[in-house]
């Protein structure tokens, strides 16, 4: 499998047609499958202490499908468990379910609360050091939730897309000092985005839009489910790519 940087923009996830209903419908029926039984994440669920203390990060890892919070089989959730295993001073790590932006916007805020009013005061937001990461849905809701942030004025250290399925995840918003994008365009059905860009360059340095290929890959997916697979092998062998997840682990790493 090789890596390498590209720039050209890819057509991510077919739409059209009967064709296209009929490919959704095993897809959203994998999703409905993956929910059942699953505990819904709540705020109480975040190990945070809040307010960080001067110079601490923020780790945020987004989940991909339906995955829950508090998976450690899938990609996202074994690199939050790697990173709370460095046992880096001052560095907390939680995951967080793509649906669930707003659980991590508070705990952001309170997190940056220093004086407990409730309320976010001018100098406070400037204190940040948050790190965003996430597959898939995930992904996308990296950029979602980087925008939100740019609203409050909230700055973010770094963010890392891996093959990133969403609407309007390729433009990473000025409050973001660094972005990464990892990706796959073998897809048939599902392929990550690419190219990332800044909306002021300025402002934000994007550090690659990271290429992989998994035309005749070995990774073995014969573990998973069928819903896990059907119409986008390419994107679960991303998902389970030890390469990929050790390029995510050098760039949070980078930057703490």
């Given at each position: 499998?090789g ?24 897809l ?15 705020y109480?669920?975040?190990s ?22 508090n ?10 468990q ?31 609360d220093l ?8 100098a ?10 996430g ?6 809701a ?10 409050l ?30 990706y796959?365009d ?17 402002r ?6 990271f290429?992989?290929?998994?035309d ?10 069928w ?25 949070i790493?980078g930057?703490?």
């Amino acid at each position: 499998m090789g890596l390498e940087t590209r720039s050209e923009g890819t057509v991510r996830i077919f739409r059209g047609g009967r064709f296209g209903i009929l490919i959704a419908l095993p897809l959203f029926g994998g999703l409905l499958a993956s929910c059942a039984f699953r505990s819904a994440q709540s705020y109480v669920h975040f190990s945070t202490p809040t307010p960080l203390r001067d110079q601490e990060t923020l780790i945020l890892g987004f989940m991909g499908g339906r995955d829950s919070w508090n998976n450690t089989e899938v990609g996202v959730g074994r690199m939050a468990q790697r990173m709370r295993d460095h046992r880096l001073p001052g560095v907390h790590v939680e995951t967080v379910e793509n649906r669930k932006r707003d659980l991590a916007v508070r705990l952001v805020r309170e997190s940056l609360d220093l004086d407990g009013d409730g309320r976010l005061q001018k100098a406070e937001p400037s204190n940040a050091r948050i790190i965003v990461y996430g597959q898939s849905f995930g992904g996308a809701a990296v950029v979602k939730f980087a925008r939100q942030l740019h609203a409050l004025r909230i700055p973010v250290l770094l963010t890392v897309q891996v093959d990133s399925v969403g609407l309007n995840d390729s433009e990473i918003p000025p409050n973001v000092l660094r972005a990464a994008n990892l990706y796959q365009d073998n897809g048939w059905l599902i392929r990550g985005e690419a190219p990332i860009r800044a909306r002021n360059p300025e402002r934000t340095e994007i550090l690659g839009n990271f290429r992989f290929d998994y035309d005749g890959s070995n990774i073995d997916l014969s573990h998973l489910p069928w819903h896990k697979t059907i119409g986008r092998v390419a994107h679960a062998r991303m998902a389970r790519d030890p390469v990929v997840w050790r390029k995510v682990e050098e760039l949070i790493l980078g930057v703490l």
